[in-house]
């Protein structure tokens, strides 16, 4: 098992800056994907940028160039650096985790942080 504890979402113009973080209760060499995924009122959750291990990275496609996903192996710690932020951008964004257990995996959330941009 893994608890994720989020921080970083708040209010912000368009084309502002926020960083994201979420720091895993265990190693992070230990967990198969981490990334984050959002959801904006209405609407389903969509992925937004994903680490996994020996794929790389993924990102949705309304924010590459803009998002950058990053991590700090020693503070067990993954980054989502949003830049040029713009209002389709405002959702609850979670934390996401899946580990492997057997032959499947288990998948793990934050409790979501408020991203909202507008003037």
């Known amino acids: 098992q893994v608890q994720l504890v989020e921080s970083g979402g708040g209010l912000v113009q368009p084309g502002g800056s926020l960083r994201l973080s979420c720091t895993a209760s265990r190693s992070i060499f230990s967990i198969y994907a981490m990334g984050w995924y959002r959801q904006a009122p209405g609407k389903e959750r969509e992925l937004v940028a994903r680490l996994t291990s020996g794929s790389g990275t993924d990102y949705a496609d309304s924010v590459k160039g803009r998002f950058t996903i990053s991590v700090d192996n020693a503070k067990n710690t993954v980054y989502l650096q949003m830049n040029s932020l713009k209002p389709e951008d405002t959702a609850v964004y979670y934390c996401?985790?899946?580990?492997?257990?057997?032959?499947?995996?288990?998948?793990?959330w934050g409790q979501g942080t408020q991203v909202t941009v507008s003037s």
């Open positions: 996401y985790a899946a580990i492997v257990r057997a032959a499947t995996l288990d998948d793990y």
